[in-house]
């Protein structure tokens, strides 16, 4: 039985998509230089029991979590969830807690998000044909309102069920604060957010630490075939990307170069794809060469746990963020691009995130730093 309901595609709009700038698993061609950053774990964090007891996902035994500091911490690093029983469709699972979600989810998608981005998305194509297009010139020029409507989205969605991670490290956006000449500040300059990606989940955190602030995601050019999720990444103005295709590549680039000169942040998750084992993989240097354009800093965050919410196999989240392992999503300090070679600014990037996660996510020994 193939999963192709509305609602998971709902789902999927609401993260903003998955496997941004995804393709094929990739040719590595830099080494691991930071042989802290080796695991000595030999098991897979990604493989979870799923328990027979009735239950919502939020007590259990066994599995795998650390302290937000990166530092093992021994229980969490040994607890097993227990999302027990589950129905399989197709490839995907879903439990109790699941289905509950799902159906929350997806109404607030319904009545919610996509009547309020499609009417956004008639009322810029009125203001387009009139004189001055008021929308498109004045309001929103760089459509942060259909931003805004996916936040909204998320928080009426996400708030109830406690689905929300714990963030760390948000004062070290304050590097990024801009103040006038009478010392007043006012709002952080653009920056590039890049995080590990090993959950569907990853996406909501990310857009959770960001807010109502706008930004842009970079994100596989084929995702503009899917329904309704094509539709909203398309009006959003979301960076689309083929990697086959050199010319795509250009455009790609020329647009997340103009958005970030136009003060909008961009939003990648360079390994390319979410991580079947949930530990830390291979970075892709292009989104970064956008951010060294404009000479941004880039944010590196360290996402904690969110496989353990959402795992691979299951269509929605399995249990609530906040229980254990509690998902942490942590924020590192701004990372200049000046003066910095691709691949010192890939390591340096690479690094910071990795020390900041708990052992079963940090990168298996001699994974490469860098991938074409």
Same mark, same amino acid.
């Given at each position: 039985m193939k999963f192709s309901s509305a609602a998971i595609v709902l789902l999927s709009s609401v993260y903003c998509a998955d496997a941004l700038v995804s393709g094929p698993r990739p040719h590595a061609v830099r080494s691991l230089q930071s042989s802290k950053l080796f695991s000595s774990a030999a098991a897979s964090s990604n493989n979870l029991s799923v328990?027979?007891?009735v239950g919502l996902?939020?007590?259990?035994?066994?599995?795998v979590a650390a302290s937000s500091n990166g530092v093992t911490d021994p229980s969490k690093?040994?607890?097993?969830?227990?999302?027990?029983?589950?129905?399989?469709?197709?490839? %995907?699972?879903?439990?109790?807690?699941?289905?509950?979600?799902?159906?929350?989810?997806?109404?607030?998608g319904i009545f919610f998000w996509y009547p309020m981005l499609m009417l956004y998305a008639l009322s810029r194509k009125i203001s387009s044909v009139l004189p001055g297009d008021l929308l498109g010139k004045k309001i929103d020029p760089f459509r942060r309102i259909p931003i805004n409507i996916g936040y909204t989205w998320g928080l009426l969605s996400f708030t109830l069920f406690r689905m929300w991670p714990?963030?760390?490290?948000?004062?070290?956006?304050?590097?990024?604060?801009?103040?006038?000449?009478?010392?007043?500040?006012?709002? %952080?300059?653009?920056?590039?957010?890049?995080?590990?990606?090993s959950?569907?989940?990853?996406?909501?955190?990310?857009?959770?630490?960001?807010?109502?602030?706008?930004?842009?995601?970079?994100?596989k050019a084929e995702l503009k075939k899917v329904p309704?999720?094509?539709?909203?990444?398309?009006?959003?103005?979301?960076?689309?990307?083929?990697?086959?295709?050199?010319?795509?590549?250009?455009?790609a680039y020329k647009s997340g170069v103009q958005w970030m000169k136009d003060g909008v942040n961009l939003v990648t998750f360079p390994e390319g794809t979410r991580s079947k084992t949930g530990r830390l993989g291979s970075f892709k240097k292009g989104a970064f060469k956008m951010a060294q354009a404009v000479n941004a800093p880039i944010v590196p965050i360290s996402i904690q746990y969110a496989d353990r919410v959402q795992p691979l196999d299951y269509a929605f989240p399995a249990k609530i963020s906040r229980t254990r392992p509690e998902a942490v999503v942590r924020v590192g300090k701004p990372i200049s691009?000046?003066?910095?070679?691709?691949?010192?600014?890939l390591e340096?990037?690479?690094?910071?995130?990795?020390?900041? %996660?708990?052992?079963?996510?940090?990168?298996?020994?001699?994974?490469p730093v860098g991938a074409n």
């Open positions: 328990g027979n007891s996902g939020i007590n259990g035994g066994d599995n690093e040994n607890y097993k969830v227990k999302y027990g029983p589950a129905i399989t469709l197709g490839k %995907l699972k879903i439990n109790i807690f699941g289905a509950i979600f799902g159906v929350w989810e997806v109404f607030w714990k963030i760390e490290g948000m004062e070290n956006l304050e590097a990024l604060r801009e103040v006038d000449e009478n010392g007043k500040k006012k709002g %952080l300059k653009p920056a590039m957010y890049v995080a590990n990606h959950s569907w989940m990853d996406i909501p955190f990310v857009c959770h630490v960001l807010g109502f602030q706008n930004y842009k995601f970079i994100a309704i999720l094509g539709r909203a990444l398309m009006v959003a103005g979301h960076v689309m990307l083929d990697r086959t295709n050199r010319r795509s590549q250009m455009v691009t000046e003066g910095k070679t691709d691949n010192d600014l340096e990037v690479w690094n910071t995130i990795a020390d900041d %996660l708990p052992e079963s996510h940090k990168p298996a020994k001699d994974t």
